[in-house]
């Protein structure tokens, strides 16, 4: 069975510049959530959808927003890139408390 | 606010031997817990998890303790392998499903 696949691996921009992640949950899952992670820090929580609703957001700025689609895919997306938001962004399927993470993106903010 | 804590950075330890991981919280809130293994450059993989109506949970080689008057959860390997080399995070869930991470444990195996 395919897991949690995320597009594109890794990814640079320029401070100002806007970028959009997707995630493909694992097929039968509804719920997505996005995960922001910086080195040597665990994962901070951003957003969790579930059947295209928003369910929660974490303490992040109004720069980032997401949406599900009705094939429970997600994007996550950032405007007026920062140095700060260089981080690897993971996003995760579940279909009750276990969450299961794909391989993330790498995103770097020159 | 840290609401859930890995006190320790780092641990080695010998193939064979056990590994204990801790964990603490300070949200009673939380009612589940989930240990995640994670390798550069990867995603974190899922462990193990427990309810915090249990306060133990096995699979394989890997034992999950939950002390909830302590506010304090363990992973216990046994034996280790240099495989199971890796940053372990531990997360803790509330009724909302959103994970909050520790800052993880880096565990060597040495052979």
């Known amino acids: 069975d395919a897991g949690v696949t995320q597009s594109p691996t890794h990814l640079i921009k320029t401070r100002g510049q806007h970028v959009t992640l997707r995630c493909s949950p694992i097929?039968?899952?509804?719920?997505v959530s996005w995960y922001q992670q910086v080195l040597g820090q665990g994962p901070q929580f951003i957003f969790q959808?579930?059947?295209?609703?928003?369910?929660g957001r974490g303490n992040f700025p109004d720069r980032f927003s997401a949406r599900q689609f009705p094939n429970y895919s997600s994007e996550l997306n950032v405007n007026a890139l920062l140095l700060g938001d260089s981080a690897l962004y993971l996003c995760?399927?579940?279909?009750?408390?276990?969450?299961?993470f794909g391989p993330g993106t790498r995103l770097t903010v020159l | 606010d840290q609401q859930v804590k890995q006190n320790s950075p780092s641990l080695s330890v010998q193939e064979g031997r056990i590994s204990i991981l801790n964990c603490d919280y300070t949200n009673s809130m939380f009612d589940y817990f989930l240990w995640y293994k994670k390798y550069p450059a990867e995603g974190p993989t899922f462990l193990i998890s427990?309810?915090?109506?249990?306060d133990k949970n096995e699979d394989g080689r890997f034992t999950v303790f939950l002390n909830k008057s302590a506010k304090h959860l363990s992973l216990h390997i046994v034996p280790s392998q240099p495989g199971d080399s890796a940053v372990y995070f531990c997360?803790?869930?509330?009724?909302?499903?959103?994970?909050?991470f520790g800052q993880g444990t880096e565990l060597s195996v040495k052979p």
């Open positions: 097929s039968g899952h509804k719920s």
């Open positions: 427990i309810s915090s109506i249990k």
């Open positions: 959808y579930y059947e295209k609703e928003e369910r």
């Open positions: 997360a803790a869930s509330d009724y909302r499903g959103k994970l909050i």
């Open positions: 995760a399927s579940s279909p009750d408390y276990e969450q299961f």
